[in-house]
């Protein structure tokens, strides 16, 4: 039927003032024709879309979805900001709740918390909005600065450090968005943020990694270094490495790391033992090398204290 074929979330009410009637909408709703949101929300069954989000896919479209239940009950304009567009731009929100849809209204005060919902008000100049699923969004740079306003340091350097692996966004985009967000709530925090965040960590587990670090107290390591042995022959690329006599490398081992270095046909062990020839490699070549994995960035002291030993730190 064509009344849940549009491009919006539809209303109940909107629904059966058209003609359609309660048997109708819960045979929609039974088919997939409609996905319901909340109570008395709908959404057509084709705008679901899988993308780049917090976690799987589906916890992107259920984020998704409640972003355009809320925006349909709101009655004032609003743009999706904060987690909730950092969601929507795919900036790897880690390890925070995503229970809350993150909306702001371009106005100094009237801010308010519901149990799905935090309506934020702040200023909003039209640079600042962008367009992300046919939403109204804030830009990659005032979301990083919102959410480094708002959430703890690690989570934000995480969300930080991917936005700066897209195209088009830079260091000195986020500084220009910290500018602009001078004297509110949350902006020192932010500066830090900023200050600590570096687009060559490739992933959440680098970026955690590298907070890790500086929480320990360890120099800061050159990051995506390239290895030559002393013939000038190249090695490999590693995520962590420090000068020293011998050269330290560090190594951040997640799952998903080595489904990204599969090549058409490998299977899992091929990937292994390759990445066991390059450790070996990259020992013969005069290197320590420390590995360690998601656990580890749990309960980082003992790696903390190897690496200390080995960099005579």
Not at 30 to 55: D, K, V, W
Not at 177 to 201: C, I, Q, Y
């Amino acid at each position: 039927m064509d009344l849940w074929t549009g491009s919006a979330p539809l209303r109940r009410a909107d629904l059966l003032a058209a003609g359609v009637s309660a048997k109708e909408l819960y045979g929609a709703v039974a088919a997939g024709h409609l996905t319901r949101l909340r109570r008395g929300i709908y959404l057509p069954a084709r705008l679901r879309s899988s993308g780049a989000g917090p976690g799987a896919p589906d916890e992107f479209d259920r984020h998704l979805d409640a972003v355009r239940g809320a925006l349909c009950r709101l009655h004032t304009p609003v743009v999706v900001s904060h987690l909730s567009a950092a969601a929507l731009h795919g900036l790897e929100p880690w390890g925070l709740p995503m229970r809350r849809v993150h909306v702001t209204r371009d106005r100094p005060t009237g801010a308010r918390r519901r149990s799905d919902l935090d309506l934020h008000a702040s200023p909003l100049t039209s640079g600042e909005i962008v367009s992300r699923h046919g939403i109204a969004v804030t830009s990659v740079p005032r979301t990083v600065v919102d959410v480094a306003r708002s959430v703890p340091f690690e989570q934000a350097v995480v969300v930080a450090d991917a936005a700066l692996r897209l195209e088009g966004a830079t260091v000195g985009s986020l500084h220009d968005a910290l500018h602009r967000a001078r004297g509110w709530p949350g902006v020192t925090a932010a500066e830090r943020v900023v200050r600590f965040a570096d687009g060559r960590s490739a992933s959440v587990g680098e970026s955690r990694s590298r907070v890790r670090i500086h929480q320990a107290g360890l120099p800061v390591p050159d990051l995506q270094h390239n290895v030559v042995d002393s013939g000038g022959e190249w090695l490999a690329r590693v995520d962590f490495r420090w000068d020293g006599t011998p050269p330290v490398i560090g190594e951040f081992d997640g799952k998903g790391k080595y489904g990204r270095m599969l090549r058409p046909g490998q299977k899992p062990g091929d990937v292994v033992f390759e990445e066991k020839r390059r450790e070996d490699a990259l020992r013969r070549a005069g290197s320590e090398v420390v590995r360690w994995t998601w656990d580890d960035l749990d309960e980082f002291a003992p790696t903390a204290a190897h690496l200390r030993r080995l960099l005579r730190y």
